[in-house]
Nanobody, 124 residues
């Protein structure tokens, strides 16, 4: 089982960026998947940014609603996160994750598989 993120980098505030996550076929089509982000420092918790079920239902954190879009291409075993209208608060390490469960499971912070992460930095 492998999840490999790509697409991170440095972007100016207001800009757009798309993250991709290539997943092994054995887990992709049957599992809920999502993107977490983690910022360094004390008291910083991992945040579930967006998630999508195997059937296409979606969840977004309030902090990204209307700006981020999660999607999946089952034929390519790839998960995406389109990020628009970026602001410096979006700076974080972004992780792709999959769970043998539902979006509700991911909202508790649980996952079964996770990638190595890709850094996104938004400059003001």
């Amino acid at each position: 089982v492998q999840l490999v993120e790509s697409g991170g980098g440095l972007v100016q505030a207001g800009g757009s960026l798309r993250l991709s996550c290539a997943a092994s076929g054995s887990i992709f089509s049957r599992n809920a998947m999502g993107w977490y982000r983690q910022t360094p420092g004390p008291g910083k918790e991992r945040e579930l940014v967006a998630a999508i079920s195997s059937g296409g239902s979606t969840y977004y954190a309030d902090s990204v609603k209307g700006r981020f879009t999660i999607s999946r291409d089952n034929a390519k075993n790839t998960l995406y996160l389109q990020m628009n209208s970026r602001n410096p608060d979006d700076t974080a390490m972004y992780y792709c994750a999959a769970v043998k469960g539902t979006i509700a499971t991911m909202r508790t912070g649980e996952y079964d598989y996770r990638g190595q992460g890709t850094q996104v930095t938004v400059s003001s």
